[in-house]
């Protein structure tokens, strides 16, 4: 696992209150008990900790731990090629 | 009169639902900037905690168990909308639940059947939220609302209250079909 990726499971890990250890790129977090409220809480945590802001639109079609480090990905590189001259 | 598990089960839905409107609102202070959408913000969280609490304390009174497993109102917006974390989704949102509450809560007190606890406690509840509607705090959600763009309200307006009343029937064929009502009930 990338040290990335580590950032985003480490911000799920605080908002979802589970060990890291159980994130798995391929869990749902449906399956893994992480609900609204945790997913709210992950979204504006990620948005913190990586300056970056994650489009609602895709927010809400999120499904897997993998998911969520995909967007942040993106968000992360749309925002290093906006900063581009 | 003994708590029925419908009852029960009703209580904590209101107590986890008021729980995590708290939390969500209690989020949103952390995140906004406006000084005084921040004062109303904490507000918020603030009375929807102590109503979470009254309801835990009216549960235990009666002997029941507090369920954190019973899915809240805001949960079951969610599985049918997604998660949003957008400003105008969340103000809307709780704009939409309050007015859902108190109508859910003045509907339930015409119930002939409610334990005398429960009654008082959800009546405190609703005189609460009667008072806030005209208070200092009344209306803070609407003018946050108004500096947001109006095409945008209006859509997220429009989204949240088909997904509330879509919600409200799914809740109460759930609960009908879980703990029929028994035939004397009138």
């Given at each position: 696992m990338s040290r990335f990726d580590s950032r985003v499971i480490a911000v799920l890990s605080r908002s979802a209150m589970l060990p890291e250890s159980v994130l798995g790129p391929d869990k749902k977090l449906t399956d893994l008990g992480i609900g609204s409220l945790e997913q709210i809480e992950c979204v504006l945590g990620l948005e913190d900790e990586f300056q970056v802001e994650l489009p609602d639109a895709q927010v809400r079609r999120l499904k897997t731990v993998q998911d969520l480090i995909d967007l942040v990905k993106a968000a992360v590189a749309a925002r290093g090629s906006r900063a581009d001259p | 009169m003994p708590a029925t598990d419908r009852e029960l089960w009703v209580l904590n839905f209101f107590r986890n639902s008021e729980l995590h409107g708290a939390l969500l609102m209690g989020r949103l202070a952390r995140s906004l900037s406006d000084t005084a959408l921040l004062v109303h913000a904490t507000r918020h969280c603030a009375t929807e905690a102590r109503h979470a609490a009254m309801l835990s304390e009216v549960i235990e009174s009666m002997g029941g168990r507090i369920d954190?497993?019973?899915?809240t109102i805001q949960e079951r917006y969610s599985t049918k909308e997604g998660v949003t974390t957008a400003l105008v989704d969340l103000l809307v949102l709780s704009e939409v639940l309050e007015t859902r509450v108190l109508a859910t809560y003045r509907t339930y007190l015409e119930r002939r059947d409610v334990a005398p606890a429960a009654r008082e406690t959800l009546a405190a509840i609703v005189s609460e939220m009667e008072r806030e509607e005209t208070?200092?705090?009344?209306g803070w959600i609407d003018e946050a609302l108004e500096a947001l763009p109006r095409d945008a309200v209006e859509a997220a307006e429009r989204r949240w209250r088909e997904v509330d009343a879509a919600v409200v029937k799914e809740v109460h064929d759930m609960v009908n079909a879980r703990f029929p009502e028994p035939e004397t009930q009138s």
């Open positions: - | 954190p497993k019973v899915a208070g200092e705090h009344a």
